[in-house]
């Protein structure tokens, strides 16, 4: 059975509904905004009190786009809340009963910009990162109970959040939006943006325990764009 987290509720209708039950699974969602850390940890702390889930996967919308020189000390702020605590705070909730089964997975949906920061990027690059290392961290402290930690460090897919962060390039720039896609398609090997369902098969594989000696790692999923070897 799968619980998913959003703020929009019709969309997470809408999903649940596009579930398997062939099995007897029993899915069901939580009205959650990420963006406001507060009330999210108490939505959370509450489903934890009488439920338990073997895998978790991390992910939060992104934080508004800009450069070093647009930010200001609030801003950091919420995208620390949004990008790094939100994620620990529900792993270590998730962590209780992982421990006392003897297996888990956490998985933490992360960027490329982690290895080739972007500066229009800044709050992203920064807050992803710190993530990373925690899970880092978090890895070799669960790793003997049976619970594996590790990151996928997303590259172009095509999504709404991809074209919303190049139409705002494209505004910067003076052009086109299907410039900037194009130019962002060749300069990825692959020739292509990634298909969401290819997203789905490497969590698939990572929440598996077919993955259980995987652990503490971040995989760039990107076709081939990193310019980095590690």
Known sequence: SIVLMARNEDKLKDAINLLDISQGQLHTYIVTDFNDYDKHKAIISSFFETNTVDILVNNTNGPIAGDITTKVEADYELAFNLLFQNAV???NLALIAMKKKGFGRIINISSMTVKEPQDTLVLSNTMRTALVSWSKSLSNAVAADGITV????????????????????????????????????????VQRLGEPKEYGYLVSFLASEYASFLTGTSIPLDGGSAKTIF
């Open 89 to 91: 705070f529900t792993s």
């Open 150 to 189: 590790n990151t996928v460090l997303t590259g172009s897919f095509d999504t709404d959040r991809l074209n919303s962060l190049m139409s705002l390039q494209a505004d910067k720039q003076g052009v086109s939006l299907n410039d900037i896609k194009s130019q962002r398609i060749t300069s990825i090997p």
